[in-house]
């Protein structure tokens, strides 16, 4: 599902390990969605410790990428719902959310559900060559 967002990235590699260490963390998930016994959708949250807030963390989310052939039908916002649901189980001040620039679509699905492009600007530099 991940070559979806990055299509021809030969350091895509998903382990199996990294996936059941995600399930026994407190501040990182994995959420997935399944239709028919097949994988349609995926987002990872983190928890990320903030100093600003007393003791309440802020959201980032990566990875959101939904099965081209199950887009708009529900799995997008269900993903963003549970992963929501777990931010303010946890106190969460704010949810990051990360988009590549050419990904247009995506990004006028998400101003749908309340997420605003034009509050932030978000810098990235690879370290991973």
Known sequence: MYELLVPHNPRIR??????????GAADDFCFVDERDGQVVGTVLLHLCPD???????????ENLVVDPGAR????GRALLGQAER?????????????????RTAAHTFFER?????SVSRAFKKYLLR
């Open 113 to 117: 559900l309340g997420y605003s492009g």
């Open 14 to 23: 998903v382990l199996l390990e990294r996936l059941e260490r995600l399930r």
């Open 86 to 102: 777990v931010c303010r189980e946890h106190g969460c001040t704010k949810v990051v959310l990360l988009s590549g620039v050419h």
């Open 72 to 75: 708009g039908r529900g799995s």
């Open 51 to 61: 100093v600003m807030f007393e003791d309440r963390p802020y959201a980032l989310l």
